[in-house]
């Protein structure tokens, strides 16, 4: 599986971004899939996941009520839609993806994209 990811760029703070995430897969509509994200100098962290198997989505604390995750199935896409953003939202973005439906509070993902910057400036 390749994933794709765009729609990064500068942004100001309280501003809007929405990212794209392209799967090969040929299970993308079962498949999990997820947003993470590495900030300068700091670990890459959990961002939300959305798992196709009953429709649920899940968020990290610090982006829920202004983060959301969707999917087009027939796309293969999913998307991070980012709103009233702060500075601190800024880094890396990595999309990923999975076959096995575990809790999404599990973080292990096989596949991953190769990133897209975020930042928003104060």
């Known amino acids: 599986v390749q994933l794709q990811a765009s729609g990064g760029g500068l942004v100001q703070a309280g501003g809007s971004l929405r990212l794209s995430c392209v799967s090969s897969?040929?299970?993308?509509?079962?498949?999990?899939m997820a947003w993470f994200r590495q900030a300068p100098g700091k670990e890459r962290a959990f961002v939300g996941a959305?798992?196709?198997?009953?429709?649920?989505?899940y968020y990290a604390d610090s982006v829920k009520g202004r983060f959301t995750i969707s999917r087009d199935n027939a796309k293969k896409t999913v998307y991070l839609q980012m709103n009233s953003l702060k500075a601190e939202d800024t880094g890396v973005y990595y999309c990923a993806a999975r076959h096995e439906s575990r809790q999404l509070t599990d973080l292990v993902y096989a596949y991953w994209g190769q990133g897209t910057q975020v930042t928003v400036s104060s």
């Open positions: 959305n798992r196709r198997r009953g429709g649920t989505t």
């Open positions: 897969g040929e299970t993308f509509n079962s498949d999990t």
